[in-house]
């Protein structure tokens, strides 16, 4: 079964950082575009990031740009979202997604998790 | 880079059939096949429910179907049952190397 555990989510002061991670199973990692998609609860959804394959081609949305970062380990089936400087606006349920295909600007989400939630509040 | 436009509701009988539009700009609906859309139930996660405009994912049901004219896309619902009552969104691709959903339009089988 193909399968997308998130974790990482917390409740943290503006400014802060915190690192989101997302474990795959069920399917070959290595060889697939991995994203992040958030929601603000009873929002609509918004493209985070995406990795390509190996790493190789990296994308961010405009609104996260220049504080957060994205990684994964093929070796360990693991994806990683770095977020600095976190703002309240970052608040919301942080949702990983498979790739139909292995660059993230060819296809489509896939697979998804169950997502980690992320409260940005002093 | 704007949202895509999507109505905020559309509803049907059971039996009939719906279309939801998501309408972007020739920079992004209308220069890419990279539409998608996802059905999300109330405490769920998104599901791809077409990818690349037209295109169904393994298991989805052939009552959906996608299209796109210029730089509106278009899912159909045919045959509404009980089921199909969720939130659905777009997504394209867009410039900048971004992706783009829509607001997203609730679905009510009355």
């Known amino acids: 079964e193909v399968q997308l555990v998130e974790s990482g989510g917390d409740l943290v002061q503006p400014g802060r950082s915190l690192r989101l991670s997302c474990v795959a199973s069920g399917f070959a990692f290595e060889d697939y575009a991995m994203h992040w998609v958030r929601q603000v609860p009873g929002k609509g959804l918004e493209w985070v990031s995406g990795?390509?394959?190996?790493?190789?081609?990296?994308g961010y949305a405009d609104s996260v740009k220049g504080r957060i970062t994205l990684s994964r380990d093929n070796a360990r089936n693991s994806l990683s979202l770095q977020m600095n400087s976190l703002r309240t606006e970052d608040t919301a349920l942080y949702y990983c997604?498979?790739?139909?295909?292995?660059?993230?600007?060819?296809?489509?989400?896939?697979?998804w998790g169950q997502g980690t939630m992320v409260t940005v509040s002093s | 880079q704007s949202a895509l436009t999507q109505p905020a509701s559309v509803s049907g009988s059971p039996g009939q059939s719906i279309t939801i539009s998501c309408t972007g700009a020739?920079?992004?609906?209308?220069?890419?096949?990279?539409v998608s859309w996802y059905q999300q139930h109330p405490g769920k996660a998104p599901k791809l429910m077409i990818y690349e405009v037209t295109k169904r994912p393994s298991g989805v049901s052939s009552r959906l179907s996608g299209s796109k004219s210029a730089h509106t896309a278009s899912l159909t619902i045919s045959g509404l049952q009980a089921e199909d009552e969720a939130d659905y969104y777009c997504?394209?691709?867009?410039?900048?190397?971004?992706?783009?959903f829509g607001g997203g339009t609730k679905v009510t089988v009355l």
């Open positions: 020739s920079s992004d609906v209308g220069s890419y096949n990279l």
């Open positions: 990795i390509s394959w190996n790493s190789g081609s990296i």
């Open positions: 997504c394209s691709y867009a410039p900048s190397n971004t992706w783009v």
């Open positions: 997604a498979k790739d139909l295909r292995y660059s993230w600007n060819l296809a489509a989400f896939e697979i």
